[in-house]
């Protein structure tokens, strides 16, 4: 049969996902060289629909190339947990994996998934099984599969969380690659006899033409920003009760500077659903994508760009079609913010959850503050508490009847109460530098500093306590969501930053290019009379973004077409 494909028209990954025999490729040959410390160039794509990512540490690579060495090669692995739920004792576990096999940190992403930096070549079998002795996993956590689905994080919030998180892990369970290799390469399974016969339902042996990405939210809350999603659930309730989900699809943040045919998109409304024909809805628009997405060009190969190029009629005919009968109707639907809501909320069912600030995202111990340390001891102490990570890079500590234990180990080690401005709680940030291969400019190890700047000019203007949505990303890849933000920096290179204005609180509309290539000293210069005039003109309950598109400081962004780099 690849006698028959002509790859020359095909990205390459298309080759490579094909000959790898269904996700083996060289895996187990690149983990036993020990003259490097990386992977085989074809298996750091294969490695990814396990979870891992090849990186090294940038900040030392001018001094390894002056010494004749090759990168400081290490992985990152991310941890599929659909819902962002775990157990006191996966906590402990992912935990004590950081310590022994990784950074020392937790990294919590804006998929609700862990992940571990820094794990060298011949810590990454013991740390996935190690994974996988948690009853967690890593397959599917990244690469053209669906990746970790999302859905609403509080429990507290309504009583339709566990209706959204069950419907997340029936989603991710029914979407994982069916292929062997996982268990064989990374547990020590044995080989099935003639594993080139094995069939992936699904996906096939080639799998997606890129990655897809699924979400569930509870109205009025957009934390799983939906709209950013392949495809998006989104629960419609009448009386207490579950009617079904509006459906949304085809959104994606990912672009790409200097090519406009790469843009982001937001997901449209494209009807209704009973929560019983979800799941099968799920794989159909996954099919409708596998069948008829781009695998030419991988900058156009996600949904975003399969629905643009047909249209959006053909592709809600072409689901239609695939699921043997029409979608409902849309039902009627709002939501108010995307950002998380910090503090205590006790829920209908009496019990309490905590909703926590982790500064982009990262769980880690310095010197002002014991935050892994603090994280540890309640997963010790507090048996009936889930963890749970919000799409937000932050954490909800839920569902315990112990509130009092919790206070005071949060106490003891400063992590709540927490004072916290209205711009800090809405920030986002993702890795980037060091050990991003993508980043051109930092973001997690930068943004605090600048938030901190950027809240002087605030108080100035008794706007401290005014929430604004900000976010920052080392590239235009979206990772962060950036382009949702009210304030959005994207990194162009070394400390200079592109500044998008005008998305609004609730994640449903794009923000727009202010101003290219700005130094730290010019973003500030160029925000604080934008702040001062949101200060003195700003309507009653008027958000940021809504007021710098009213003023006319940037316009609106209609669609992902129009939008400029």
Same mark, same amino acid.
């Given at each position: 049969?690849?006698?028959?494909?002509?790859?020359?028209?095909?990205?390459?990954?298309?080759?490579?996902?094909?000959?790898?025999?269904?996700?083996?490729?060289?895996?187990?040959?690149?983990?036993?060289?020990?003259?490097?410390?990386?992977?085989?160039?074809?298996?750091?794509?294969?490695?990814?629909?396990?979870?891992?990512?090849?990186?090294?540490?940038?900040?030392?690579?001018?001094?390894?190339?002056?010494?004749?060495?090759?990168?400081?090669?290490?992985?990152?692995?991310?941890?599929?947990?659909?819902?962002?739920?775990?157990?006191?004792?996966?906590?402990?576990?992912?935990?004590?994996?950081?310590?022994?096999?990784?950074?020392?940190?937790?990294?919590?992403?804006?998929?609700?998934?862990?992940?571990?930096?820094?794990?060298?070549?011949?810590?990454?079998?013991?740390?996935?099984?190690?994974?996988?002795?948690?009853?967690?996993?890593?397959?599917?956590?990244? %690469?053209?599969?669906?990746?970790?689905?999302?859905?609403?994080?509080?429990?507290?919030?309504?009583?339709?969380?566990?209706?959204?998180?069950?419907?997340?892990?029936?989603?991710?369970?029914?979407?994982?690659?069916?292929?062997?290799?996982?268990?064989?390469?990374?547990?020590?399974?044995?080989?099935?006899?003639?594993?080139?016969?094995?069939?992936?339902?699904?996906?096939?042996?080639?799998?997606?033409?890129?990655?897809?990405?699924?979400?569930?939210?509870?109205?009025?809350?957009?934390?799983?920003?939906?709209?950013?999603? *392949?495809?998006?659930?989104?629960?419609?309730?009448? *009386?207490?009760?579950?009617?079904?989900?509006?459906?949304?699809?085809?959104?994606?943040?990912?672009?790409?500077?200097?090519?406009?045919?790469?843009?982001?998109?937001?997901?449209?409304?494209?009807?209704?659903?009973?929560?019983?024909?979800?799941?099968?809805?799920?794989?159909?628009?996954?099919?409708?994508?596998?069948?008829?997405?781009? #695998?030419?060009?991988?900058?156009?190969?996600?949904?975003?760009?399969?629905?643009?190029?047909?249209?959006?009629?053909?592709?809600?005919?072409?689901?239609?079609?695939?699921?043997?009968?029409?979608?409902?109707?849309?039902?009627?639907? @709002?939501?108010?913010?995307?950002?998380?809501?910090? %503090?205590?909320?006790?829920?209908?069912?009496?019990?309490?959850?905590?909703?926590?600030?982790?500064?982009?995202?990262?769980?880690?111990?310095?010197?002002?503050?014991?935050?892994?340390?603090?994280?540890?001891?309640?997963?010790?102490?507090?048996?009936?508490?889930?963890?749970?990570?919000?799409?937000?890079?932050?954490?909800?500590?839920?569902?315990?009847?112990?509130?009092?234990?919790?206070? #005071?180990?949060?106490?003891?080690?400063?992590?709540?109460?927490?004072?916290?401005?209205?711009?800090?709680?809405?920030?986002?940030?993702?890795?980037?530098?060091?050990?991003?291969?993508?980043?051109?400019?930092?973001?997690?190890?930068?943004?605090?500093?600048?938030?901190?700047?950027?809240?002087?000019?605030?108080?100035?203007?008794?706007?401290?306590?005014?929430?604004?949505?900000?976010?920052?990303? %080392?590239?235009?890849?979206?990772?962060?969501?950036?382009?949702?933000?009210?304030?959005?920096?994207?990194?162009?290179?070394?400390?200079?930053?592109?500044?998008?204005?005008?998305?609004?609180?609730?994640?449903?509309?794009?923000?727009?290019?202010?101003?290219?290539?700005?130094?730290?000293?010019?973003?500030?210069?160029?925000?604080?009379?934008?702040?001062?005039?949101?200060?003195?003109? #700003?309507?009653?309950?008027?958000?940021?973004? *809504?007021?710098?598109?009213?003023?006319?400081?940037?316009?609106?962004?209609?669609?992902?077409? *129009?939008? @400029?780099?």
């Amino acid at each position: 049969m690849s006698d028959t494909i002509d790859w020359s028209k095909l990205a390459e990954v298309e080759r490579i996902k094909y000959e790898s025999n269904y996700l083996r490729g060289t895996l187990e040959e690149s983990l036993a060289d020990e003259v490097t410390g990386a992977i085989a160039a074809d298996d750091t794509q294969l490695s990814k629909f396990h979870g891992i990512y090849q990186q090294h540490d940038r900040d030392l690579e001018k001094e390894r190339k002056r010494q004749k060495l090759e990168p400081a090669f290490s992985f990152l692995i991310r941890v599929r947990l659909p819902g962002g739920v775990a157990s006191p004792a996966q906590w402990l576990q992912m935990d004590q994996l950081a310590d022994t096999h990784a950074n020392g940190t937790l990294k919590l992403t804006t998929r609700q998934a862990f992940q571990l930096h820094g794990v060298i070549k011949k810590n990454l079998k013991p740390t996935i099984r190690g994974i996988n002795e948690a009853l967690m996993d890593t397959i599917a956590a990244c %690469g053209d599969v669906n990746r970790n689905v999302m859905s609403h994080a509080n429990p507290a919030e309504s009583e339709l969380h566990a209706a959204v998180y069950k419907l997340a892990g029936d989603i991710s369970a029914h979407l994982t690659p069916q292929t062997s290799a996982y268990h064989e390469i990374w547990l020590d399974k044995q080989k099935v006899a003639d594993s080139k016969t094995e069939v992936e339902p699904i996906y096939g042996n080639r799998y997606l033409p890129r990655k897809f990405k699924i979400g569930v939210a509870i109205p009025p809350y957009n934390d799983v920003d939906i709209f950013s999603q *392949d495809l998006g659930f989104i629960a419609i309730e009448e *009386d207490g009760k579950l009617l079904g989900y509006n459906v949304t699809a085809g959104g994606g943040l990912g672009s790409t500077f200097g090519i406009p045919e790469a843009y982001p998109r937001l997901a449209d409304v494209i009807g209704f659903c009973t929560p019983e024909q979800a799941v099968d809805l799920a794989e159909k628009i996954v099919l409708v994508q596998k069948d008829h997405g781009d #695998r030419t060009n991988r900058k156009q190969a996600r949904l975003k760009y399969t629905i643009d190029r047909k249209g959006l009629n053909w592709f809600k005919a072409e689901v239609n079609k695939y699921l043997g009968y029409e979608l409902q109707p849309a039902k009627p639907f @709002k939501f108010i913010r995307n950002g998380d809501r910090y %503090g205590w909320k006790q829920g209908a069912d009496g019990k309490w959850s905590l909703n926590l600030f982790v500064e982009g995202g990262r769980v880690k111990d310095t010197d002002t503050l014991q935050l892994k340390t603090a994280l540890r001891e309640v997963a010790e102490q507090v048996k009936d508490a889930q963890f749970i990570l919000t799409g937000n890079q932050n954490l909800i500590i839920a569902g315990t009847s112990d509130k009092d234990a919790v206070n #005071r180990i949060m106490s003891k080690y400063g992590v709540w109460p927490m004072p916290l401005s209205g711009l800090r709680q809405n920030t986002i940030a993702c890795v980037a530098l060091n050990t991003c291969g993508l980043a051109f400019a930092e973001a997690e190890r930068y943004l605090p500093s600048l938030v901190g700047k950027i809240e002087t000019i605030l108080e100035e203007y008794d706007l401290l306590k005014q929430e604004i949505v900000i976010r920052m990303t %080392g590239c235009p890849n979206g990772c962060g969501r950036p382009y949702l933000a009210e304030i959005g920096f994207i990194g162009k290179s070394l400390g200079h930053y592109n500044l998008y204005l005008g998305g609004n609180f609730n994640g449903t509309r794009l923000n727009t290019l202010y101003k290219e290539t700005l130094s730290e000293e010019e973003i500030l210069a160029e925000l604080r009379p934008i702040i001062a005039d949101y200060a003195t003109s #700003r309507e009653e309950g008027e958000s940021f973004g *809504d007021f710098v598109i009213r003023k006319g400081y940037v316009k609106e962004t209609k669609q992902g077409k *129009d939008f @400029k780099h």
